[in-house]
């Protein structure tokens, strides 16, 4: 699989990122190599361009939430060569969290403490080497697939099991995998997402890291099944880590399919950390960036499993949401049973231990909250079920049930069950204010609603924490976001303006405090009304 030459460039340009001092020269010496007319290249690198920071300080929310203004300067005295501000960094449960040279640090207590690269986590079992993946009954599943042509079979039980994406959207995953698979195209794609940039979402890092040899099964399963001749795995580009022990685990899996199934082939696969940013993870703009391009999303239909990569039908799906699939399917190989399984929630923000827990899906905010991390559900004033994109509840009493259904009769979005925790002495208009000012910094600006619209909505935050908004401005805003919801290309538009509708619903006393000069939480107006 070779990649096209506008991507090669990019790539080239940003896997030397620790030295941009002199980019506008490698620009232009690497378009020269790639046969690419200057304006096109930096048309390409000025989207790309924070990518090539050496430091970077992490604007997620969770990280966000525990900064104390500190943390640029302690980054520059560790990193001096040019500091960016980048969305979710990946280690929601560390922050406040910066990254320099290929390193994660947790700034704290004025000083940057270098993280772990990968630490065992309990109830995640660590598989590094591929005799205990064999002695585990590893690659078994997949072979018998492909020895045995069981690839209906299979799809079948993708229906069966219901499974749905967790990559944020909870689609079924039946209706692309079979759109994909009926496709008389030869050629087709599986793209593995694992661009991770929600906000509280750090699952997939994990789950790559912690067993690099199950992601490899999964997603080789996945291509036979809906017969695709190539599969891309797609990183974040500051997962060096997770892609080095994937690429370690990559070759001898190879060897040994290869000694294992003869003559029948398996599909060609690709490990690459792409660019970008918060958007990039949405499967279009994805596809966008390994081609080469900006990323920014494409407009629909056609959708990806019509026409995806480079033109072809391609499966795009989230690493759990594979893993998933290949676990019910082991279960059921032994069991009979199809039931729901465990998912690896992500539990961030005002609780005393932050972290990612499997548990039985659809297990209830309070346990995750209370059992896992170690506080009490009264303490909080409310929950972001789904990281930044599944809108906002009132903490209640931690009888949420943490699944698709039920998140969304109470109003929200499970997206990829990442659990931000926001205590009962935050105030709210400042935790909407990082809200919004994120998703104005990551809209990339294609199409107006969320150009405008994410603007309207940062500054309307902004002016309430600085006692200078109006009632008016509210009811503006709430016409602004009907646009948005309606208009928008893709889900960060609508992203942003659900998290300003539900601020407002439950949360609009503080909101007109606000506008009379009130903080209740003590927290804006620090400069003085
Ligand atoms: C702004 C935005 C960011 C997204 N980021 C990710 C991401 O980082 N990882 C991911 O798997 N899906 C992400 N998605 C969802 C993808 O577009 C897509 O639905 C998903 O990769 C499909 O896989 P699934 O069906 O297995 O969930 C994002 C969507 C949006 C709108
Ligand atoms: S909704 Fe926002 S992020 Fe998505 S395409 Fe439109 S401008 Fe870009």
């Known amino acids: 699989m070779a990649l096209r030459h506008e991507a090669e460039f990019l790539y080239e340009l940003l896997n030397d990122p620790f030295n941009h001092q002199d980019s506008k020269e490698q620009v232009k010496r690497l378009a020269k190599k790639y046969g690419l007319r200057l304006y096109e290249a930096e048309n390409v690198w000025s989207f790309y361009k924070q990518n090539q920071g050496s430091a970077k300080l992490c604007r997620g929310l969770p990280c966000t939430l525990k900064q104390n203004g500190s943390e640029k300067e302690v980054l520059r005295k560790l990193d001096d060569e040019g500091l960016e501000e980048i969305p979710c960094l990946g280690h929601c449960d560390n922050g406040p969290v910066a990254w ?28 590094h080497d591929l005799k205990d993946f064999l002695s585990m009954r590893g690659f078994e599943i997949l072979i018998n697939v492909i020895k045995k042509d069981r690839k209906d079979e299979s799809l079948q039980l993708v229906k069966d099991f219901n499974l749905r994406g967790f990559g944020g959207s909870g689609f079924p995953a039946y209706v692309k995998w079979n759109a994909v698979f009926i ?7 599986l793209l593995v997402n694992a661009h991770e940039g929600e906000p509280g979402t750090f699952k997939d890092r994990i789950l790559i890291e912690s067993n690099p040899y199950d992601l490899i099964e999964a997603s080789l399963l996945a291509a036979v099944i809906v017969g695709a001749s190539n599969v891309i795995i797609a990183l974040k580009h500051e ?20 000694g294992a199934l003869g003559l029948l082939e398996i599909p060609k696969m690709m490990i690459q950390r792409v660019p970008g940013y918060y958007i990039t993870g949405e499967e279009s703009a994805l596809m966008e960036a390994i081609e080469g391009r900006r990323s920014e999303p494409r407009l629909r239909p056609p959708y990806p499993a019509e026409v995806g990569l480079y033109g072809k039908p391609t499966l795009i799906d989230n690493v759990e949401t594979l893993l998933y699939f290949l676990g019910r399917l082991r279960e059921f190989t032994e069991t009979g049973i199809k039931g729901p399984g465990e998912k690896l929630y992500c539990l961030s923000g005002d609780v005393e231990r932050p972290g990612a827990y499997s548990l039985p899906y659809g ?4 346990i995750l909250i209370a059992q896992k991390g170690g506080s009490k559900v009264s303490e909080l004033k409310a929950v972001l079920p789904g990281g930044l994109s599944g809108g906002i509840l009132p903490a209640g009493n931690g009888d949420l049930k943490l699944d698709f259904d039920s998140v969304k009769d109470a109003g929200a979005g499970m997206g990829t069950g990442a659990l931000i925790a926001i205590s009962k002495d935050r105030c709210m208009v400042d935790v909407m204010r990082t809200v919004e000012s994120f998703f104005e910094m990551e809209s990339c600006g294609k199409c107006m609603p ?7 909505l940062s500054k309307l935050f902004r002016d309430l924490s600085e006692g200078t908004a109006t009632i008016g401005a509210i009811e503006s805003a709430k016409k602004t976001a009907d646009v948005m919801t309606r208009g928008s290309i893709c ?39």
């Open 450 to 456: 969320c150009r405008y619209g994410t603007k309207e």
């Open 363 to 366: 297990i209830s905010s309070g």
């Open 100 to 127: 320099s040279k290929g390193k994660y640090y947790h700034i704290g207590n004025g000083s940057a403490e270098e993280l772990v690269p990968h630490i065992a986590r309990p109830g995640i079992k660590e598989v």
């Open 183 to 189: 496709s008389r195209e030869t050629e087709k794609y």
């Open 491 to 529: 889900g960060l538009g609508q992203a942003s303006a659900k998290m300003f509708l539900d601020s407002i619903k439950y949360f609009s006393g503080e909101m007109e405090k606000h506008i009379s000069g009130d903080c209740p939480s003590k927290v804006c107006f620090q400069g003085g009304v």
């Open 239 to 258: 997962y060096l880590e997770a892609e080095s022990i994937l690429k370690g685990a990559f070759d001898s899996s190879v060897e040994y399919l290869s």
